[in-house]
């Protein structure tokens, strides 16, 4: 029986009486790096600010590593890691200071040895006393990732992890997230509205178009099914429609 | 709780929020205690030479002031200053938080959002008290000096006393900035909204309750009681909300003694004021906290 990271069942999420995101039934299983790709405004980040319990679904329910997003938001917020799109943090403050914050939040009680080894694991060590204003978008980003996993949550949610960053950045980053699925077996929702982060980094495929699920595969059935890039970017527009 | 509080303190201190606090109060504490020294040395040389010139025999009006007499010029800062600092620093610590995308982080970690609210205003309740009490210590000092000889127990706790009411009226105030800040979209709105405030709590009610009793402004003539009409209901509605006169008055009576009793209605309404916005401030929605995050 598969078990599954994250399960939903018709949830749903309006603005007022604008429709941001229809029924959704999505089942992510354990251990899946998943990319949910779609334009901007399909209701990518409405979805990953559901399933974060930033948002409040107006229908339907969900689970996330097993825990309600409504009734155990607490318990569903334990077990996951979030990078928000164009991630910012405390400037004034250091990259130890940052991670120390957010790791006594997760629960950590003493994180100097769990920040130590995440930079490790990021590649990322001797930053720790520079001011986090100072750094590039990339550098950002690496610091996002690792308060996003000190608390070794078995979920982990991406919105559009790779905007503005430049091609080493971009593949950093890239290597980061198959090294902390392969490695932690950490199941990981990723948003992009860019086919060949998808192509390169998931092992299944959304598309979501105007609110609505209107694809969801392996990635390995996907490429069987659209074999060349230039028959998966026509499917990509075909399903996904024309950006807005 | 105590690691958000922890944190505020160290994010203001990294902005130099404190700092720029400590300066602000140590100035005012300062600039009180010359106005008080000028004052007593000014009246005195004038005293004395109007006794050397035969004309008065009244003792002179300086030999029974209270030292703390020398401190009241602060009350006025702090109403006039220090609440809009406090203000300034609640708008900043909640805005902080916003301009990033920071909340969104925090929001995600299993914290319940009225403890992360809750570590706020204990950061800022402890900043506070840290900056009061710096001051209230280069104000013993500076009463000190002035009087040449040291502050008795008595006057020591009128003026940590003091200092607790005005820490009481300056966490009130910065919880208003916090809710400027979490409530108002625009950053520069934040800031105006808690200032607008400030301004009505400070002048414009007490304006309309001096208004209200017309003859108080024609001093020496005492005002007449109203007990009916339209004066009296506007002072009804306008005094218990005039917080900064209930300020004044609890500080006169704490730093010079108060011949009709302690003013306990102007201490509660003091405290009213600060526990309903720090209360308020609590149990804000998480969503104030980041605003709706759509596409």
């Known amino acids: 029986m598969t078990s599954f990271a994250i399960s939903t069942h018709g949830l749903t999420h309006r603005y007022g009486t604008k429709v941001a995101l229809k029924p959704l039934n999505l089942d992510v299983a354990t251990g899946e790096i998943f990319g949910l790709l779609g334009h901007n405004g399909a209701g990518k980040t409405t979805t990953?600010?559901?399933?974060?319990?930033?948002?409040?679904?107006?229908?339907?329910?969900?689970?996330?590593?097993?825990?309600?997003?409504?009734?155990?938001?607490?318990?569903?917020?334990?077990?996951?890691?979030?990078?928000?799109?164009?991630?910012?943090?405390?400037?004034?403050?250091?990259?130890?200071?940052?991670?120390?914050?957010?790791?006594?939040?997760?629960?950590?009680?003493?994180?100097?040895?769990?920040?130590?080894?995440?930079?490790?694991?990021?590649?990322?060590?001797?930053?720790?006393?520079?001011?986090?204003?100072?750094?590039?978008?990339?550098?950002?980003?690496?610091?996002?990732?690792?308060?996003?996993?000190?608390?070794?949550?078995?979920?982990?949610?991406?919105?559009?992890?790779?905007?503005?960053?430049d091609p080493e950045g971009v593949r950093t980053l890239r290597q980061s997230v198959v090294r902390l699925n392969a490695e932690w077996g950490t199941t990981i929702f990723m948003n992009t509205h860019l086919l060949a982060e998808v192509t390169r980094t998931c092992t299944s495929i959304g598309i979501v178009r105007q609110g609505e699920l209107v694809h969801h595969d392996s990635l390995a059935a996907t490429l069987g099914e659209y074999p060349t890039e230039q028959a998966l970017e026509s499917a990509y527009f075909d399903t996904a429609g024309s950006a807005a | 709780m105590g690691v958000v509080a922890r944190h505020e303190l160290l994010a203001s201190r990294r902005n130099r929020a404190p700092q720029l606090l400590v300066g602000m109060f140590v100035g005012m504490v300062a600039v009180s205690s010359f106005i008080g020294w000028l004052t007593q040395t000014t009246v005195s040389g004038i005293y004395g030479q109007v006794l050397a010139d035969g004309l008065?025999?009244?003792?002179?009006?300086?030999?029974?002031?209270?030292?703390?007499?020398?401190?009241?010029?602060?009350?006025?800062?702090?109403?006039?200053?220090?609440?809009?600092?406090?203000?300034?620093?609640?708008?900043?610590?909640?805005?902080?938080?916003?301009?990033?995308?920071?909340?969104?982080?925090?929001?995600?970690?299993?914290?319940?959002?009225?403890?992360?609210?809750?570590?706020?205003?204990?950061?800022?309740?402890?900043?506070?008290?840290?900056?009061?009490?710096?001051?209230?210590?280069?104000s013993w000092v500076s009463i000190s000096v002035i009087t040449g000889s040291a502050l008795g127990v008595d006057g020591s706790l009128r003026l940590a006393a003091f200092g607790l009411l005005t820490w009481l009226l300056l966490l009130g105030f910065a919880a208003l900035g916090v809710l400027g800040g979490l409530y108002v979209t625009r950053e520069t709105s934040a800031l105006l909204a808690p200032f607008v405030t400030w301004a009505v709590i400070a002048f414009v009610l007490p304006q309309l309750g001096t208004a209200a009793r017309p003859v108080s402004l024609l001093n020496p003539v005492a005002s007449v009681p109203q007990t009916s009409g339209v004066f009296h209901a506007v002072s009804y509605v306008t005094v218990p909300l005039s917080i900064t006169e209930h300020f004044k008055t609890t500080s006169s009576a704490i730093l010079e003694g108060s011949s009709g009793g302690f003013p306990l209605a102007s201490l509660a309404a003091v405290a009213a004021f600060t526990a309903v916005l720090v209360v308020a401030v609590v149990v804000t929605s998480p969503s104030r906290l980041s605003g709706e995050a759509g596409e």
């Open chain 1, 48 to 165: 990953v600010s559901l399933l974060t319990t930033l948002l409040r679904p107006t229908g339907g329910t969900a689970t996330v590593a097993g825990h309600d997003i409504v009734a155990d938001a607490r318990g569903a917020r334990s077990k996951i890691g979030y990078l928000p799109e164009n991630v910012q943090f405390y400037d004034d403050l250091t990259l130890a200071e940052n991670l120390r914050f957010f790791a006594k939040l997760s629960g950590i009680p003493k994180p100097d040895a769990r920040i130590a080894e995440v930079l490790g694991f990021l590649d990322f060590e001797g930053h720790d006393h520079e001011r986090v204003g100072a750094f590039s978008k990339g550098m950002r980003q690496r610091v996002g990732i690792a308060q996003a996993i000190l608390h070794r949550p078995p979920v982990l949610f991406l919105d559009e992890p790779t905007s503005g960053l």
């Open chain 2, 56 to 138: 008065t025999t009244q003792p002179n009006p300086f030999v029974d002031v209270v030292p703390l007499f020398f401190a009241r010029n602060t009350v006025i800062y702090v109403v006039m200053i220090g609440t809009l600092m406090a203000a300034a620093l609640g708008v900043q610590s909640a805005l902080r938080d916003r301009k990033a995308t920071v909340a969104d982080l925090v929001l995600t970690r299993p914290v319940p959002v009225r403890a992360l609210l809750a570590g706020r205003m204990i950061g800022l309740g402890a900043l506070l008290a840290v900056v009061i009490a710096v001051s209230s210590v280069i």
